[in-house]
T-cell receptor, first 115, second 108 residues
Framework: GAVVSQHPSWVICKSGTSVKIECRSLDFQATTMFWYRQFPKQSLMLMAT?????????EQGVEKDKFLINHASLTLSTLTVTSAHPEDSSFYICSARDRTPNEQFFGPGTRLTVL | DAKTTQPTSMDCAEGRAANLPCNHSTISGNEYVYWYRQIHSQGPQYIIH???NNETNEMASLIITEDRKSSTLILPHATLRDTAVYYC?????????FGKGTLLTVNP
């Protein structure tokens, strides 16, 4: 299947700092990318949908000014957690949809720990 | 998107077939059935998807009932590495809503 990478795989930061997470589709062009968050022992929750060249669409309850999403090219989307706080500590996972309809592939995830 | 119902957990012996059920009684005509799995602390892995017909690939088979209200994912020869949470998702617009899934434990 198609490969999606994320960088970094884990990050530890101080409260109040910003953290950027990259999501790349390595062998296909992704018109749409998705960002999820997963807290311990819970399921994935969709945060936002990102279309190349346009503004992201955020799910209800997700602060767009806190979670900045940029989808500048067909192979790269970034999620920036601004002014991170301990409650933002979570497993952040991206996915990408390739041009083959109805197939979506996930990255390996990024574990964020805010001290 | 239609909701799905899956058992919380299942066990399977190594080498045997694992049959994971999913109910989606409110599925609409344009909604696909997707199966993903997540091994601990990793991103979900795509397994298979289908609309009406049964599907098979190198990982699994997907059996969808004629009325489309339920489906079964079949792993023909389960191995210890197949231990994971399996998610059945119904969607028509590429947005995947994850429920709690089924924790499949493959035992030696």
């Amino acid at each position: 299947g198609a490969v999606v990478s994320q960088h970094p795989s884990w990050v530890i930061c101080k409260s109040g700092t910003s953290v950027k997470i990259e999501c790349r589709s390595l062998d296909f062009q992704a018109t749409t990318m998705f960002w999820y968050r997963q807290f311990p022992k819970q399921s994935l929750m969709l945060m936002a949908t990102s279309n190349e060249g346009s503004k992201a669409t955020y799910e209800q309850g997700v602060e767009k000014d806190k979670f900045l999403i940029n989808h500048a090219s067909l192979t790269l989307s970034t999620l920036t957690v601004t002014s991170a706080h301990p409650e933002d500590s979570s497993f952040y996972i991206c996915s990408a949809r390739d041009r083959t309809p109805n197939e979506q592939f996930f990255g390996p995830g990024t574990r964020l720990t805010v001290l | 998107d239609a909701k799905t119902t899956q058992p919380t957990s299942m066990d399977c012996a190594e080498g045997r077939a694992a049959n994971l059920p999913c109910n989606h009684s409110t599925i609409s005509g344009n909604e696909y059935v997707y199966w993903y799995r997540q091994i601990h602390s990793q991103g979900p892995q795509y397994i298979i998807h289908g609309l009406k017909n049964n599907e098979t690939n190198e990982m699994a088979s997907l059996i969808i009932t004629e009325d489309r209200k339920s489906s079964t994912l079949i792993l023909p020869h389960a191995t210890l590495r197949d231990t994971a949470v399996y998610y059945c998702i119904v969607s028509s617009n590429y947005k995947l809503t994850f429920g709690k899934g089924t924790l499949l434990t493959v035992n030696p």
